[in-house]
């Protein structure tokens, strides 16, 4: 998903081949509908699956007995839920033609002719919904974990683990810029449908694309960069075993038979 994202939405305002796009796919059509539903559904999904590593980490430390029982018996309905809970926030570009439309910023952009004009069958609309409420999601998790971590450091004598530390630092980072991404879509809406000021269309679209690196870039290998403990047992893991061979002992030769 983040493939997908880092290859559709980085490469902005280059401008090759504008013209000859303009020209080709510049009138509404079904050929760039794939395409925009994709961007969106994968967005939406990374903003799921960020928080089902929220609650992942929050039941790892509530409850450490059930962890594996709760996390085993329902590992394929949790699956499901996240490729399928984006459909109801993008499935309305599946039958939305799309062209190609000059980027304020320069170059070109993908738009799509709405259906219904309503705010529901809006990216940016939809985006900041989802993102809002899964920010404020991980947000709650990130501060019941916190809260069940204290509660043992104190049970234990105060005692503090690293782990601990990266296990909170990921779920804060986490929680912030899911909830700041969200909080950017709101000045696209407004920009998108009311006016149009290239400046600050400007600043909100390098916040955003800054967010979804911190986001979608962080979190997944924010526990490999952070934690010792992980780092090392992922890199034993890929370290090749190396080939120690065997002594062979020469067997005792007896000498009975000889003294006798």
């Given at each position: 998903?983040?493939?997908?994202?880092?290859?559709?939405?980085?490469?902005?305002?280059?401008?090759?081949?504008?013209?000859?796009?303009?020209?080709?796919?510049?009138?509404?059509?079904?050929?760039?509908?794939?395409?925009?539903?994709?961007?969106?559904?994968?967005?939406?999904?990374?903003?799921?699956?960020?928080?089902?590593?929220?609650?992942?980490?929050?039941?790892?430390?509530?409850?450490?007995?059930?962890?594996?029982?709760?996390?085993?018996?329902?590992?394929?309905?949790?699956?499901?839920?996240?490729?399928?809970?984006?459909?109801?926030?993008?499935?309305?570009?599946?039958?939305?033609?799309?062209?190609?439309?000059?980027?304020?910023?320069?170059?070109?952009?993908?738009?799509?002719?709405?259906?219904?004009?309503?705010?529901?069958?809006?990216?940016?609309?939809?985006?900041?919904?989802?993102?809002?409420?899964c920010g404020v999601f991980i947000f709650i998790s990130t501060i019941v974990t916190?809260?069940?971590?204290?509660?043992?450091?104190?049970?234990?004598?105060?005692?503090?683990?690293?782990?601990?530390?990266?296990?909170?630092?990921?779920?804060?980072?986490?929680?912030?810029?899911?909830?700041?991404?969200?909080?950017?879509?709101?000045?696209?809406?407004?920009?998108?449908?009311?006016?149009?000021d290239a400046y600050l269309f400007f600043v909100a679209t390098c916040i955003k694309?800054?967010?979804?690196?911190?986001?979608?870039?962080?979190?997944?290998?924010?526990?490999?960069?952070?934690?010792?403990?992980?780092?090392?047992?992922?890199?034993?893991?890929?370290?090749?075993?190396p080939h120690i061979p065997q002594k062979q002992f020469a067997g005792r030769i007896?000498?009975?038979?000889?003294?006798?």
């Amino acid at each position: 998903m983040w493939c997908w994202d880092m290859t559709t939405t980085r490469f902005i305002a280059i401008g090759f081949w504008c013209r000859e796009m303009l020209s080709a796919l510049g009138s509404p059509s079904y050929i760039l509908t794939p395409v925009q539903f994709i961007m969106t559904y994968s967005r939406h999904a990374q903003f799921y699956v960020a928080t089902v590593l929220s609650i992942n980490r929050m039941t790892a430390v509530v409850y450490p007995a059930k962890y594996s029982k709760i996390w085993g018996s329902h590992l394929f309905p949790i699956l499901l839920s996240i490729f399928l809970l984006p459909l109801l926030s993008s499935w309305y570009l599946l039958p939305t033609q799309t062209l190609l439309a000059h980027y304020p910023m320069g170059g070109l952009t993908i738009t799509y002719i709405k259906m219904i004009d309503n705010p529901w069958n809006s990216v940016t609309y939809m985006t900041m919904v989802v993102g809002s409420f899964c920010g404020v999601f991980i947000f709650i998790s990130t501060i019941v974990t916190y809260y069940k971590l204290n509660n043992i450091n104190i049970r234990e004598c105060n005692r503090t683990m690293k782990t601990e530390h990266s296990l909170l630092v990921v779920g804060l980072v986490s929680s912030t810029t899911t909830f700041c991404l969200a909080v950017v879509e709101l000045p696209f809406y407004i920009l998108c449908n009311y006016f149009m000021d290239a400046y600050l269309f400007f600043v909100a679209t390098c916040i955003k694309q800054l967010l979804i690196d911190i986001m979608f870039v962080f979190c997944p290998w924010s526990m490999f960069l952070v934690c010792t403990g992980i780092r090392k047992a992922i890199l034993d893991m890929l370290r090749p075993v190396p080939h120690i061979p065997q002594k062979q002992f020469a067997g005792r030769i007896s000498t009975v038979s000889n003294i006798l």
